[in-house]
């Protein structure tokens, strides 16, 4: 009874911990946004005494800020920390050994950390100093809330999220029509919160052409939050007259484009102020395993894909789809074009995260495990 008590006493703190680790989603670069909760108990019941997350760039790491706000109420705390804490000397001292000379008696750690400088060594660094350590508490939910960091680390390349809203009727436009609004405000603005935790998003030629969006965080507070946009252009036809390019001085613009494609278009592109990013084509199609290798290889844990419908069935045919945020709006559309998967036909291998509610459209969040 006791220790079932102790087991709730931990995921209650560890989902804290999960949820404060979003406050810094996207904006600590290659480093996963980790939380650290301290918490201690000294009869009257539990208190938070030091809460730390990554900082913005990724250092300090979360535990030495939970430490500093703790001081010497660490001592004898509990470190509640979504990550195994560090056990390697980078620009900051391993995150472990704080642990150990701050003298808390018991780490609970959420996701595992596959950093080979990291995996393992942690915890051991803990346990050699007689610390007790519960590990892989809410390991599933703690490795979703990093699930960037963890797919850039296991598969060397972002982890990618398809955003589709749908129709009542089950359609994603009409036929020749471009953009047309599916759903709300407040889901819009959602989807702009979703921009702005992302590395990048990503569009086909056909949507950038026919929509001509401009893939920005049109949020209050947030404008500077807008990730770079990629165009997937093999021919390098986007128009320079598009939005997406007359706004490349602002937000970064990447444009990629086969090698071989028109040379005047690709420095037309450039001197409007797009970077070209080059790839590899078979029959006109993008290489797509490549071009994800690369902005992994730039840094890049997420990338948000928002269409059109060909480039989304591109990336799942390709199995590169990990996560499918999917907006079902309460407008009827009546003829389109048919969405090519919905809540009831979601592609093999997608279980279902989370529902939400925004204004009078439904939200559902699917993902695949990592
Ligand atoms: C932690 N706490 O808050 C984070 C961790 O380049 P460095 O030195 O910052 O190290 C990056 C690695 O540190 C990263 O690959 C991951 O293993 C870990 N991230 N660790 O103890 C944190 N963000
Ligand atoms: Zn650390």
Known sequence: MVQDGQEALHRRYMAAAIRLSGKHAGLTGTNPSVATLLVRDDGAGPE??????????????????????????????????????????????????????????????????????????????????????IERVLADEASDAMAGYLTRSLKKRPEVTVKMAISQDGMIGRIGEGQIAITGEIARRQVHMMRAASDAILVGVGTATEDDPELTVRLPGLAARSPARIVLDPAARLPVTSKLVQTAREVPLLVAAGVDADAPHRAGLENAGASLLAIETFDGRAALPELLEDLAAKGMSTLMVEGGAKTVGHFLEEGLVDRIALFRGAVVIGKGIAAPFDEDRMPAGFRLLRRAVYGDDHYSEWARPI
């Open 48 to 133: 938070i005494v030091g809460r730390g997350v990554t900082a913005i760039g990724g250092r300090p790491h979360a535990e030495a800020e939970a430490l500093a706000e703790a001081g010497e109420r660490a001592r004898g705390a509990t470190a509640y920390v979504t990550l195994e804490p560090c056990a390697h000397h980078g620009r900051t001292p391993p995150c472990a050994n704080a642990l150990v000379s701050a003298g808390v008696a018991r780490v609970v750690g959420g996701a595992s950390d596959p950093d080979h400088r990291v995996s393992g060594k942690g915890y051991a660094i803990l346990r050699e100093a007689g610390i007790e350590v």
